[in-house]
């Protein structure tokens, strides 16, 4: 089995680099999935209350029957709950929502929670930032961090000496890299993770470039793809209810892409999103 190399995030916390991600999941169908993919050697698990499917996923992991201790957990604030933003009840709202989606995973933290998306029309993050800090200080969340922020959204969090963010997760793959926030993250010491790391396993993995690149290997575009991830210092977290590709997504070691493979992956971008852009979403 895949021995996944973990990313130490600036809290001191080991995340794995390569998890498995359940939007779009049914709830009644995330606990198979979630306990095939521990079975096959996934130690992360990406869900967010949003997804509705949170008792699934916390059902998975305790069917696979792996110390919780050995799972890297995450999930997201999803906004409805804290439509006052700026006001002092979105720390309270942010609290509840924490509870309620620990509730649903049957557990007492979580090892990531994130707010899931920016919403800079929506005023100030203060007051939700504070409840962050406030889990991340009692442990109930070993880290926090954020989703779909750039680099303005990440500007607010950055000042007055409030927590960093471990994690800012956000569309990448080899279409859309992100190298620009990438390079600001860096400067930061926030860990990027990539959401769609397959570009939702359509186009992308069909491009010529990338078959070319795993007939090399003797590998699939899909695990050149999470190679190229892993080896750019990105956390991916591939979604898949199909077990066969479970399993194949975690076969990402025991081969290596040197600098002509990693070029020949780069070569496919085109710099255009799959989703909408975080930055000017309103989802309210
Ligand atoms: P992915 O890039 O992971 O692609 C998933 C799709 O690719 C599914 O349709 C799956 O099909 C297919 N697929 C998976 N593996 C393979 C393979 N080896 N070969 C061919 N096709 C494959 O897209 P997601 O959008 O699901 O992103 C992954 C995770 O990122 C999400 O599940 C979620 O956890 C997170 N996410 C977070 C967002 C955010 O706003 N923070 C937004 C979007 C995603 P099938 O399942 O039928 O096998």
Known sequence: MSTIPSITLNNGLAMPQLGFGVWQVADDEAATAVRTAIESGYRSIDTAAVYENEVGTGRGIREAGVPREELFLTTKLWNSGTKDWSGTSGRDAVLREFDASLERLGTDYVDLYLIHWPRPMHGSYGNIWQAFEELAADGRAKAVGVSNFGPAELGHLLGAGSLVPAVNQVELHPYFPQQELRAFHAEHGVATEAWSPLGQGKELLGEPALAKVAAKHGRT?????????????????????????????????????DAEDMAAVASVATGRRIGPDPTGFDWN
């Open 221 to 257: 575009p899909a695990q050149v793809v999470l190679r190229w991830h892993l080896q750019s210092g990105v956390i991916a977290i591939p979604k898949s209810v199909t077990p066969s590709r479970i399993r194949e997504n975690f076969e990402v070691t025991g081969f290596e892409l």
